[in-house]
Each structure stands twice: as C-alpha cells, then as structure tokens.
C-alpha cells in the first residue's frame, strides 16, 4: 500500500509505503522519485498496560490518518496491482446487543483487552491472543 501525506509544518507532499518481504536495499534501488529518508520495520509486540497486543497497527492508521489534508480529495492511497481485494460476505442479522458492560464472547485463547464507545455511538472492542505459559514450575489454581 502506498499513502500520499502532507507533513504538518513544512507541507511537503511525501509517501508512506506499507509493504512486507521486500529488502531494504530493493526499495531504495527501485524508488527513483526522490530521497527515502527512512525505513522502519513495525514492532512484532506493543505493550499497553502490561498486555501484548501483538503486532497493532493502530497508531500507524492515526499516524497516516493524521497526514491528510482536505485538499487531497478522498481517496489518499493506492493499492497494488497484485493486492488481494477483500471478498465480500453475506450480511448478518444480528442477534444480540452488546455494550460495554455485555461484550461479544470472546474468542478461544483470546483476551478482551478494550472495550469502549466513539463519539459516534459505536462500540469497539479489542481481543489480543492469550500469552502463552512460561516455562517452569506451574501454579495449581
């Protein structure tokens, strides 16, 4: 994925690449359109309140969510001509209400970490895998 930005201060247009497998020394060789300044790898493991999110991807959406600008238009990035589109599923009806006291069940082996309403009256809720046991002597309940 790739996303048009405009930094804050100095307004210049620049580009964040999203993409996975490629070497840092290809992606220098094939950008030829100007300087690439930096390249990061994302964490494997996020920590919030002694809780392993795993590999979060939320304060990289904020970040490029941040760099838009109302004279961009709409639509601020461009996919692959290889990117898998997303498949669309049959709507379903729904059979529960849930709030913030009555989350969904939580999946097998996972943690329900978050849970809160947006402004806009939706709810969100967040599951992150349970840490697996470490080694040693184990605890009886």
């Given at each position: ?71 961009q238009g709409g639509r601020r990035w461009k996919g692959t001509r290889n990117l898998d589109k997303p498949k669309p599923g049959r709507p ?50």
């Amino acid at each position: 994925m790739m996303y048009m930005g405009r930094g804050k201060t100095t307004h210049r247009i620049h580009f964040h690449i999203l993409c996975d497998g490629v070497p840092k020394a290809e992606l220098r060789r094939l950008w030829t359109f100007g300087e690439v300044v930096r390249i990061d790898h994302l964490r494997e493991h996020n920590y919030y309140n002694g809780i392993d999110h795993g590999p979060d991807y939320t304060g990289l959406a904020n970040y490029l969510f941040d760099h838009w600008t109302p004279e961009q238009g709409g639509r601020r990035w461009k996919g692959t001509r290889n990117l898998d589109k997303p498949k669309p599923g049959r709507p379903m009806e729904v059979k529960r209400e849930y709030s913030e006291t009555r989350p969904p069940r939580t999946p097998k082996g996972y943690l329900l970490v978050e849970c809160q309403k947006t402004k806009y009256g939706y709810f969100y809720f967040k599951f992150v895998r349970r840490p697996a046991p470490r080694g040693g002597a184990r605890r009886q309940p």
